[in-house]
């Protein structure tokens, strides 16, 4: 079983930036890839971005060149930098854990993470 917390959102105007946290429970979170989903009301939950074990990262087209994902083994936590935000990057932002053995997987696809966080919500104001 692996938790996960969730941290640092909030309400921002256009343009301003974030830094998302993610906390997770177990010291084996290094031999897990992660990523960051988030939905809007009445959409469906969308990938943002992941990084693998390796370190290997994958961004949305809607956060390339402006979303950073990376994570610190030594303090089980992944982080989602964010900056140029805008009205519809509103949403509740979940991270996710991807437990699969073997490779270096790193997935766009929600169902292919066995953990989740509670979420944390950022809306970004016009």
């Known amino acids: 079983q692996v938790q996960l917390v969730e941290s640092g959102g909030g309400l921002v105007q256009t343009g301003g930036s974030l830094r998302l946290s993610c906390a997770a429970s177990?010291?084996?979170?290094?031999?897990?890839?992660m990523g960051w989903f988030r939905q809007a009301p009445g959409k469906e939950r969308d990938f943002v971005a992941a990084?693998?074990?390796?370190?290997?990262?994958s961004y949305a087209d809607s956060a390339k060149g402006r979303f950073t994902i990376s994570r610190d083994n030594a303090k089980n936590t992944m982080y989602l930098e964010m900056n140029s935000l805008k009205p519809e990057d509103t949403a509740v932002y979940y991270c996710?854990?991807?437990?699969?053995?073997?490779?270096?997987?790193?997935?766009?696809?929600?169902?292919?993470?066995?953990?989740w966080g509670q979420g944390t919500q950022v809306t970004v104001s016009s």
């Open positions: 990084v693998s074990r390796s370190g290997g990262t």
């Open positions: 996710a854990a991807d437990v699969r053995l073997g490779g270096d997987p790193i997935s766009r696809w929600w169902y292919e993470y066995a953990y």
């Open positions: 177990r010291r084996s979170f290094s031999g897990y890839a």
